[in-house]
Structures are given as C-alpha cells and as structure tokens.
C-alpha cells in the first residue's frame, strides 16, 4: 500500500460512507491547528478527529494546544463532539504543564463541551493529576472495550510502557497509536510510569494481533511520512527489529 506523505493537509472524509459511515481526519499541530503556538509546531503532535458521516457524532483522539480549532473542525465539517479518547496522560495530549510550559488540553475542552474523556483504568490518575481535570469527568476502560459512534466501532487496546495506561484505538483498520508505537521508533520508557518490558510486550505481543495491512497512525509527525502500513513499519522501524526480550532491554532498557 502507499505511503500518504506529510506535506498534505488535514486528510479528508475516508471511507465509503454510503457502506461505512466512517469519518476520519488526522490533524496536525502546528499546520492545522494552534497554528501560531511555536510549542505546538515544535511538538508535531497528531490529534485525530472520528466519528459517523451519517449520525455525525464525533471524538477528539488527544485535543491539546488549541482545543477551540479543533472544535471548529468538527463544526465545519458537521460534526458534533460526543467525546475524547486520550492515548495517555502527557500534557502534549491532554493538556497540562510541561518544561513550565502550560498547554490547553481536556480541561478547557470540557469548559466549552461536556463531554466524557475516555482513559484506560490504569491512567486514570495520571491523567487527573496531569490536568487537573476531575476524575468524576473521566470515563475509564480495559482492554477489549469498545465505543460505538453510530455505526463506527472503536476497540480500545491498552498497550502500557510509554505510561502504565497508554492505549492505541482500532477502527476499520486503522490502529491509532499515540505514543506507543511511531513509524520509526516509540515512545520513551524513562519517564515516571515508563516501563520498557511492558513495553516490549506490548509492540511483540498485544499488537502482534493487528495485521499488517492495517494503517499505522502515530501520536507525533516523527518522519517523513504521517501514516504507512503496519507491514511496512514491521519491515522498516528498528525498535522492531530485536527478536528476544534480553535483546530488547540491552538496546531500550533504562538504567
């Protein structure tokens, strides 16, 4: 399958919506939203907006920097915000205070929309404590759950090591991944919560299941391309690459 290269803009309705109703658009910060926020440009985080062309319910994948540009998004394409998934807790995803930096996240969202924000059990703190935001206001969820926007079905899969709740979604072949998993590399294990053997297991064991045709879409604009196969990623990015645990955490593995 080909690669879709980073220069487009925000990538428009996909799907077959007269059989799949789907909705999909990956924004980026910096060029398709909070354009004038040089953290958010420097950051390159994805956020994902999807959601049923025929119901037209929507969610927000990881709102952060400009939350309000997102929600014009929504609006302009007809949409209405039903929720937010949060891949986990980090303030370039969820909003929060980074390097003494405060970004715009979930906290402001649920100001302008009160909408439930979707975390994995094991985040649930993390993401409270990170933004600020009420644990009351989060809804949480194991892996193998799913949301239904219509007829658009989201899995939740919980893929812990970047943080201990990190988790990708699967919708019609496509995975999700916020910082588990880039086209070349993945996320860090040494930061508090990181965990490089479950992170291990979770790119060799939890994601094996994801076939190869499915689209790899990551959390951050990491290299040349936004989006490829997980085929391709299996083939060509490097964390892949060690065939044995001990291998893994002679290479990854934090001191």
């Known amino acids: 399958?080909?690669?879709?290269?980073?220069?487009?803009?925000?990538?428009?309705?996909?799907?077959?919506?007269?059989?799949?109703?789907?909705?999909?658009?990956?924004?980026?910060?910096?060029?398709?939203?909070?354009?004038?926020?040089?953290?958010?440009?420097?950051?390159?985080?994805?956020?994902?907006?999807?959601?049923?062309?025929?119901?037209?319910?929507?969610?927000?994948?990881?709102?952060?920097?400009?939350?309000?540009?997102?929600?014009?998004?929504?609006?302009?394409?007809?949409?209405?915000?039903?929720?937010?998934?949060?891949?986990?807790?980090?303030?370039?995803?969820?909003?929060?205070?980074?390097?003494?930096?405060?970004?715009?996240?979930?906290?402001?969202?649920?100001?302008?929309?009160?909408?439930?924000?979707?975390?994995?059990?094991?985040?649930?703190?993390?993401?409270?404590?990170?933004?600020?935001?009420a644990q009351s206001q989060l809804v949480s969820h194991d892996s193998g759950d799913t949301l239904s926007l219509g007829a658009v079905e989201i899995e939740f899969l919980h893929t812990p090591g970047h943080t201990p709740g990190s988790q990708c979604f699967l919708v019609r072949k496509r995975l999700l991944a916020g910082d588990t998993l880039f086209l070349q590399g993945c996320g860090r294990t040494d930061l508090p919560g990181g965990d490089p053997a479950a992170l291990y297991d979770s790119l060799t064991k939890r994601l094996a299941r994801v076939p190869d045709d499915t689209l790899l879409f990551p959390g951050h604009h990491y290299s040349h391309d936004a989006v490829a196969s997980m085929g391709a990623t299996r083939s060509e990015n490097y964390v892949l690459r060690p065939a044995a645990f001990e291998e893994w955490m002679a290479a990854f593995g934090t001191s």
Not at 19 to 33: E, I, M, T, V
Not at 91 to 96: K, L, R
């Open 1 to 133: 399958m080909p690669r879709l290269h980073a220069e487009r803009g925000p990538i428009p309705l996909m799907g077959d919506e007269g059989a799949d109703h789907l909705y999909f658009r990956q924004l980026l910060s910096g060029r398709d939203f909070a354009i004038n926020d040089p953290v958010a440009s420097q950051m390159m985080n994805f956020s994902y907006l999807v959601g049923d062309s025929q119901t037209r319910a929507a969610v927000i994948v990881d709102p952060a920097y400009c939350v309000e540009d997102l929600l014009a998004v929504l609006a302009a394409d007809s949409m209405t915000l039903a929720g937010v998934l949060a891949t986990h807790h980090h303030p370039d995803h969820v909003g929060g205070s980074i390097f003494g930096i405060s970004i715009e996240g979930v906290l402001r969202l649920v100001e302008l929309q009160d909408v439930p924000i979707h975390v994995n059990r094991d985040e649930l703190t993390w993401v409270a404590r990170s933004t600020g935001i």
